[in-house]
């Protein structure tokens, strides 16, 4: 069955600190999509980021960066020298091929506070 | 480029009323889900278009919910009648195809019944 676990629940961090997000998956599946998105208080989801489940590079934009693991099914998150603006409910979500249905099956999500 | 815009933003209603909620999804988009997202938790699917054909509506409560996609563009939820356990925000997203290719959301509609 796949599952994604967001372990962390809320994270708060003071301005400039480095904060990673944890992001867990199950899939019985080969060929798979891993996304992150962002939520601010204003409710939309924004795409951040999506990898497909045969790219294991990691990924780095601007103060982001993503850690992909297959071998311990984890899709981490990191924002380095983070920012007040960056306080948002942050979600990851698995998206799997062969259902051939685009449909994306989300964490619990984690909240992420900084403090000025 | 516009994105995904849904109204209304907000919704308050008594129970066994009925309640539409309307999306329009960035133009071009063939791919139209509607989700519900319950208080601190994640987005769950209800129902997926492929155009204006409902491809996937395994998790629509069916006696009580409905969702139409005119020509294949707008799309409407309807609630009918609703139920204090329905209250959430309803999120609606587009994509073009394959599959896998990210999906662009609004802002959502929250719904309270009361």
């Known amino acids: 069955a796949q599952k994604v676990t967001q372990a962390q629940t809320e994270i708060s961090v003071v301005e400039k600190e480095d904060v990673t997000l944890d992001c867990v998956y199950e899939t019985r599946d080969t060929t798979y999509y891993l996304f992150w998105y962002k939520q601010p208080p204003s409710g939309e989801l924004v795409f951040l980021i999506r990898?497909?489940?045969?790219?294991?590079q990691n990924e780095i934009s601007g103060r982001y960066s993503w850690n992909f693991q297959k071998s311990t099914s984890s899709f981490n998150f990191t924002i380095t020298a983070s920012q007040v603006v960056d306080s948002a409910v942050y979600f990851c979500?698995?998206?799997?091929?062969?259902?051939?249905?685009?449909?994306?099956?989300f964490g619990q999500g984690t909240t992420l506070q900084v403090k000025p | 480029e516009a994105g995904v815009v849904q109204s209304p933003r907000y919704k308050i209603i008594e129970k066994k009323q009925p309640v539409a909620f309307w999306c329009n999804p960035i133009s071009g988009h063939n791919t139209l889900y509607w989700y519900r997202q319950n208080l601190g938790q994640g987005p769950e699917l209800l129902i997926r278009y492929e155009n204006e054909e409902a491809v996937d509506d395994s998790q629509l409560p069916k006696d009580r919910f409905s969702a139409e996609r005119l020509k294949g563009v707008d799309s409407t939820l309807k609630i009918q009648p609703a139920e204090l356990g329905d209250s959430a925000v309803y999120l609606c997203a587009s994509s073009l195809l394959p599959r896998g290719t990210e999906a662009f959301f609004g802002q959502g509609t929250r719904l309270t019944v009361v």
């Open positions: 990898r497909n489940s045969f790219d294991e």
């Open positions: 979500a698995l998206s799997e091929a062969l259902s051939n249905t685009g449909k994306l099956i």
